[in-house]
């Protein structure tokens, strides 16, 4: 998965620069590469989640400001929860997420900046079950909405400035919290393992659950 984000990164990086560098009246233009985790908060959560209170992984967001202080862009999130004993049964929940969000900056000073975002997207999930020896898997595909607050510390871009020229880019953090959710889907597993060869195992229906919970999300970011 790490690799993966990485690969996205390097291509949203040369997709950064060369809009970047393409106009010099162009607005700004900047990529974010965050950790953003939920505190699940309904039990149809923790079902999916089976007790682990935590549903979260890393990401990457590309956006563009269209009108001074209101920015559009576009995340890939890479979320997952863990849960089970160690023995006679585990549960992995394995998602990932493209998100399109808007978010508006209040200027208040040159180093610290106020944010609100709001974003709408989906989330492709698989879910994997084993117990007592036999596995079960499922997919589904759920829309998501998320707000949050937050704010950004950044780095002056005169400490960039070469002489003679405009500094091209500034470095700095993010720090969000809001409410995010995910919608419920009815998830039916399909066996992946008899618990003999003489055995047919039958699929598992676990249900209808969704993921509701807090937001909290951590950043760095690159503007140019």
């Known amino acids: 998965m790490t690799h993966n984000l990485l690969q996205r990164l390097c291509i949203l990086g040369a997709l950064i620069a060369t809009l970047a560098g393409s106009s010099a009246s162009a607005r700004e233009l900047g990529i974010e590469l965050d950790y953003a985790t939920m505190r699940l908060a309904t039990q149809s959560s923790l079902r999916l989640s089976r007790g682990d209170p935590g549903y979260g992984g890393q990401g990457v ?88 607050a937050g704010f950004e510390l950044v780095v002056p871009r005169h400490y960039f400035q070469r002489p003679g020229r405009k500094a091209e880019f500034t470095l700095g953090m993010s720090f969000d919290v809001g409410w995010q959710h995910l919608f419920a889907a009815d998830w039916k597993l399909d066996a992946q393992r008899a618990l003999s060869p003489a055995m047919t195992q039958k699929p598992l229906d676990f249900g209808t659950a969704g993921l509701t919970g807090s937001l909290v999300r951590l950043a760095l970011l690159v503007r140019f």
Do not use: C, M
């Open 61 to 148: 967001r590309v956006y563009g400001e269209v009108v001074p202080q209101v920015a559009v862009g576009a995340e890939w999130w890479s979320p997952e929860a863990n849960g089970g004993n160690g023995g006679q049964w585990s549960q992995k929940l394995s998602s990932e997420a493209a998100i399109v969000d808007g978010v508006f900056r209040w200027p208040l000073l040159a180093w610290f900046q106020p944010r609100l975002r709001v974003g709408a997207g989906l989330a492709w999930h698989t879910l994997e079950l084993e117990q007592n020896g036999a596995k079960f898997q499922g997919s589904q595909v759920t829309p998501l909405l998320l707000g949050t």
